[in-house]
T-cell receptor
Framework: AQKVTQAQTEISVVEKEDVTLDCVYE???????LFWYKQPPSGELVFLIR????DEQNEISGRYSWNFQKSTSSFNFTITASQVVDSAVYFC??????WGSGGYNKLIFGAGTRLAVHP | ETGVTQTPRHLVMGMTNKKSLKCEQH?????MYWYKQSAKKPLELMFV???????ENNSVPSRFSPECPNSSHLFLHLHTLQPEDSALYLC?????????????FGPGTRLTVT
């Protein structure tokens, strides 16, 4: 089965706390891609990061960092020194090759984690 | 205009109405997608177009009819909808539909069926 699990439905923190959003995925493919998206109240999903299955290097971008561990099929996202503007729903997604009337890469989303950062 | 735009942003329609949602991407991408986002359900892929050809219809009821006249525009024609079709409809585009390129999303159309 191809599946993404975000076990944390909602997280509430106070500004300046660090917070980690968990993502566990399942796939039988050896080549796949992982993504994180942010959905603020305005509704638009904002792309944050893409990793391929052959690149296990962790990545840092400002206050954001991502930890990809193939051994545990996890792709966790940490926000350091959280801010009120980080309040949003965060989605982890898995992209695998799928076959409809043509082959294409299908994005499978987790259920999302709602993060509330309070002043 | 930049990125992916969608119109209208909000739509209220009766079950007997016919309406269309419009999506336009200004990124030079070759693939476009329609998603449905309902409360308390994961994002559901509806349709995928690659170079104006439909490559996926994810078991979507025929009351939803997509149209892709060119690689920059995507429409979703709606007719005789049901109240359970009320949702946020998101359009996305990517460089192509293979190799796991990231998808860029529009702001969505919030649809309410009365």
């Amino acid at each position: 089965a191809q599946k993404v699990t975000q076990a944390q439905t909602e997280i509430s923190v106070v500004e300046k706390e660090d917070v980690t959003l968990d993502c566990v995925y399942e796939t039988r493919d050896t080549t796949y891609y992982l993504f994180w998206y942010k959905q603020p109240p305005s509704g638009e999903l904002v792309f944050l990061i893409r990793r391929n299955s052959f690149d296990e290097q962790n990545e840092i971008s400002g206050r954001y960092s991502w930890n990809f561990q193939k051994s545990t099929s996890s792709f966790n996202f940490t926000i350091t020194a959280s801010q009120v503007v980080d309040s949003a729903v965060y989605f982890c997604a898995l992209s695998v090759l799928s076959w409809g009337s043509g082959g294409y890469n299908k994005l499978i989303f987790g259920a999302g984690t709602r993060l509330a950062v309070h002043p | 205009e930049t990125g992916v735009t969608q119109t209208p942003r909000h739509l209220v329609m009766g079950m007997t109405n016919k309406k269309s949602l419009k999506c336009e991407q200004h990124l030079g991408h070759n693939a476009m997608y329609w998603y449905k986002q309902s409360a308390k359900k994961p994002l559901e892929l509806m349709f995928v177009y690659s170079l104006e050809e439909r490559v996926e219809n994810n078991s979507v009821p025929s009351r939803f009819s997509p149209e892709c006249p060119n690689s920059s525009h995507l429409f979703l024609h709606l007719h005789t909808l049901q109240p359970e079709d009320s949702a946020l409809y998101l359009c996305a585009s990517s460089q192509d539909d293979l190799r796991g390129y990231e998808q860029y999303f529009g702001p969505g159309t919030r649809l309410t069926v009365t």
